[in-house]
């Protein structure tokens, strides 16, 4: 993502349209994911790693941008995978690349590393695979991460589902990002307790 399109000179005025929208309160301070964006200059702030994170400023503004032209839409509990978003077939195999092998990679067997980890992104549990998790990575947009672990024929998998509803906030691009984002910060938060 070029910082030249998604900077914070260009994005601010939309991301300020979220203050008290779509589920973040009136604050001066945007909190999701143990992440703070400044409304006021824009920095973003890592509450688990306590410095800023000017590496993840234009991916953030891009999926904050796209976020705040959606309209609140309930979820639909129906889960779906990113090959089933809109063009979302073409991008699947970058984004098991970026996304969900980072989680395989980080997590393997370790389901309870994997909870443990999840906890500091306000996860809630669920009943999926070895382990599952719910994390609102923004306000109205859960993502689910499933993690099986390694049997004598396979190895540990992952996989990162949304609610069908996603498409009414995001992109298909932006869901992308997003999940990325989700499993960055699963990993952060992994080291933060490692």
């Given at each position: 993502m070029h910082k030249?399109?998604?900077?914070?000179?260009?994005?601010?005025d939309k991301i300020l349209t979220l203050r008290g929208h779509l589920g973040f309160p009136?604050?001066?301070v945007m909190k999701f994911l143990r992440l703070s964006l400044d409304l006021e200059d824009g920095h973003i702030h890592d509450e688990l790693r306590g410095r800023t994170v000017?590496?993840?400023?234009?991916?953030?503004?891009?999926?904050?941008?796209?976020?705040?032209?959606?309209?609140?839409?309930?979820?639909?509990?129906?889960?779906?995978?990113?090959?089933q978003l809109p063009?979302?077939?073409?991008?699947?195999?970058a984004f098991q690349r970026r996304a969900v092998q980072q989680i395989e990679r980080v997590f393997g067997s370790?389901?309870?590393?994997?909870?443990?980890?999840?906890?500091?992104?306000?996860?809630?549990m669920l009943g999926y695979g070895d382990a599952s998790v719910k994390?609102?990575?923004?306000?109205?947009?859960?993502?689910?991460?499933v993690l099986w672990s390694t049997d004598s024929e396979f190895p540990p998998s992952a996989n990162?589902?949304?609610?069908?509803s996603v498409s009414q906030y995001l992109s298909t691009e932006q869901t992308a990002m997003l999940g990325e984002l989700t499993s960055t910060r699963l990993k952060h938060a992994y080291e933060a307790i490692t």
């Open positions: 030249t399109i998604w900077n914070w000179e260009k994005s601010r009136d604050s001066s000017p590496e993840i400023e234009a991916s953030v503004y891009c999926i904050l941008s796209g976020y705040a032209d959606a309209n609140d839409v309930p979820e639909t509990h129906q889960l779906i995978s990113f090959a063009g979302g077939r073409a991008y699947y195999n370790n389901t309870q590393t994997f909870y443990k980890a999840a906890e500091l992104l306000d996860a809630t994390i609102y990575a923004l306000p109205l947009v859960p993502v689910h991460v990162i589902l949304f609610d069908s």
